[in-house]
């Protein structure tokens, strides 16, 4: 069987056919395509901001949470001995090895772990002879060389001038962030393995701490420049304790208290920069002596307590989850509780690192995650913000288009129903002619001459129920007040009403307490009591009763109308006012009504100031009740 169509247009058809196939299934589906887009990009623009270097603020906030971290008790197993400007003016001058060598001897006679002096003990002045007692004691002793460049090839080759060429040697070279992290020459990390050979301070600590003797056992130890590191835990200025120089030398104090301790012996004289540190706590130049860092590096590893720096992969999922969390927020939030919602989230991160950094001594990286906040924010925003503008306008122009046609409408409805007011008056004055003239008329002729005249009468107050909304769409209901007995008011329109009434054999009653005259619009009231009295008869069975009722209740005129009627449910009270609302029991009916009328009532009565409400219960009747102030 051949085909109909040529091969081209069958195959052009095909490929329409797919792509709105393809379309159909992109409307079904568009917004979790949406939301996969969002969380796509997001997470594009997370790993390109994991990827912008920020030691150097990341420095700064791993400083500050070292300055908000509550003080911890050090090891004790550290003390330190200073001599300082005091000292000089004591001995006088600086110590010399006669002075050493004492001081040397009462640490000793008290069984420390080990002596360590910070400075190269082979400078210091004093006679061969009391030079070489003191190398002499010293030689099984520990002394620091403190170099500052961790990239020096002779470790464990260096040796001291005579007489000290035989006092042991231990690298302990400490680094300055100089040329790594935060670049500000501040002391944060301290070298534990390099070519092969172990700092001084791991030596030491281990003495105390034998974990530490195991590279992987030593919290938080990363490689940088082909050496061993961690980070340096450290205690605020004056943690350890201190001994001063000359007065162990002056036998003032009881050196008992070295026993089994590390010792570290060196000067605060506040002369040279080079002797003192930056620390995260100070960044001052003589903020930590050279002495109190070695000490902080020792207890770092006796207590094995260095930060732990979080894998590169949490810092990571972080800022996926904070971009996602912030393009989200940008695209679907209002500006105002999106803003809060991201200040809040920031908060709670910091917090969270903050909590992760102490007690547990966690470090998590948080400049990346605090940028993706910033950066998705104000890269999507203006995405928003075009979003908004193609939606205004097209609102604007639905809202114009909607306006245009309303307005049309209302001049419409305005107009055929004055229009129609003519002939309907006609009507009305033919059916009286007839009804009132000289010939008689048959039963079957006089019911339908009322049955017309009814049916006008009908159609006349639904033409002016139209011309009222008219009105009061277009805000042209004015208040005209006279002084009335709303007593009077409601007789009238009882009256009025009996006819109606007595077609349904229902009872109507008025129960009319004195009142004063107030200020009422009477054409607008008497409109509001009609339709309440009039729907009353409307919805209740025949042979039951409508009680209308007048009061004056704290400076305030009350009229009810209560119907034994077939009641209006519970969940329908609250829109009974709207416009063209029918209650469900009301469209079951065979009354027929537009759903404007309660819709006025209610207007009207706000323009006096008052209000209007309903009681109901399906099956038990309604109660309507009107409320006007006394003055107005």
Not at 75 to 93: C, H, I, K, R, W
Not at 254 to 273: A, P, Q, Y
Not at 488 to 517: G, M, R
Not at 561 to 568: H, K, L, N, S, T
Request: net charge neutral; with cysteine; glycine share 4%.
């Amino acid at each position: 069987m051949r085909n109909l169509l040529p091969p081209a247009v069958l195959d052009a058809f095909l490929r329409v056919s797919r792509v709105a196939s393809l379309l159909r299934h992109w409307r079904t589906h568009e917004k979790s395509y949406n939301a996969l887009i969002r969380f796509s990009l997001a997470t594009l623009l997370a790993v390109l901001i994991s990827r912008v270097s920020a030691d150097s603020i990341e420095a700064y906030f791993y400083d500050l949470r070292i300055w908000l971290k509550p003080p911890v008790a050090t090891s004790g197993a550290v003390e330190m001995v200073l001599f300082d400007p005091t000292t000089m003016a004591q001995l006088p001058g600086l110590p010399k090895a006669a002075a050493h060598l004492k001081v040397a001897q009462q640490i000793l006679e008290s069984e420390p772990l080990a002596i360590v002096y910070t400075f190269d003990v082979s400078k210091v002045e004093g006679s061969s002879d009391e030079k070489s007692a003191l190398a002499e004691l010293l030689k099984n002793q520990i002394f620091v060389i403190a170099d500052e460049d961790p990239d020096f090839t002779s470790v464990g080759k260096e040796k001291l001038n005579n007489p000290f060429k035989e006092t042991a040697i231990s690298p302990a070279p400490f680094t300055r962030d100089n040329k790594f992290g935060g670049k500000d020459g501040v002391t944060r990390r301290q070298m534990l393995y390099y070519h092969n050979t172990w700092m001084l301070h791991q030596m030491l600590a281990a003495k105390i701490n034998p974990e530490v003797n195991d590279l992987s056992k030593i919290r938080g130890h990363f490689e940088l420049y082909q050496a061993e590191q961690t980070n340096v835990d450290f205690h605020r200025k004056g943690s350890f304790q201190t001994s001063k120089f000359e007065n162990i030398f002056n036998h003032a104090m009881d050196t008992t208290r070295f026993k089994g301790k590390i010792v570290l012996i060196g000067d605060d004289l506040n002369e040279d920069s080079k002797r003192y540190i930056l620390t995260p706590y100070d960044r001052s130049v003589n903020a930590m002596t050279l002495t109190e860092m070695h000490a902080n590096m020792i207890d770092t590893l006796i207590r094995n307590s260095a930060p732990v720096k979080a894998p590169a992969w949490v810092n990571l999922l972080f800022t996926i989850l904070i971009s996602v969390l912030t393009v989200h927020v940008v695209l679907t939030v209002k500006p105002g509780r999106g803003i809060l919602i991201l200040l809040t989230t920031a908060a709670i991160f910091v917090f969270a690192c903050y909590i992760a950094f102490w007690p547990f001594g966690v470090l998590i990286g948080m400049i990346h995650p605090m940028l993706a906040i910033f950066l998705c924010y104000y890269f999507f925003i203006p995405y928003r913000l075009i979003i908004e503008n193609r939606r205004s306008w097209e609102y604007f122009q639905k809202h114009k288009l909607l306006s245009e046609v309303e307005t049309l409408k209302t001049n419409f409805i305005g107009m055929m129903s004055h229009d129609l007011k003519t002939p309907l008056a006609r009507i009305q004055g033919m059916t009286e002619i007839i009804a009132r003239g000289t010939t008689p008329l048959s039963a079957p002729q006089s019911e339908a001459l009322d049955t017309v005249k009814q049916s006008a009468e009908d159609l006349t107050r639904f033409i002016s129920t139209i011309l009222n909304y008219a009105k009061i769409e277009s805000q042209g209901v004015e208040l005209h007040l006279q002084s009335c007995d709303i007593n009077e008011l409601v007789k009238d329109v009882v009256k009025k009403s009996e006819f109606l009434a007595k077609l349904k054999h229902i009872q109507l009653l008025a129960e009319l307490e004195p009142l004063f005259t107030i200020r009422i619009d009477p054409e607008l009231m008497k409109q509001v009591l009609s339709n309440l009295i009039e729907n009353a008869i409307k919805y209740s069975p025949e042979n039951s009763k409508v009680l209308v009722t007048t009061d004056e209740i704290e400076g305030k005129i009350v009229v009810q109308v209560a119907d034994q009627g077939i009641g209006i449910p519970v969940d329908e009270l609250p829109n009974i006012f709207m416009k063209f609302f029918r209650s469900n029991n009301a469209k079951s009916s065979p009354i027929k009504g537009s759903g404007l009328g309660l819709y006025l009532a209610k207007y009207f009565v706000e323009l006096h100031q008052g209000t209007i409400s309903c009681e109901s219960s399906p099956g038990q009747g309604s109660t309507f009740t009107v409320e006007l102030p006394l003055l107005n």
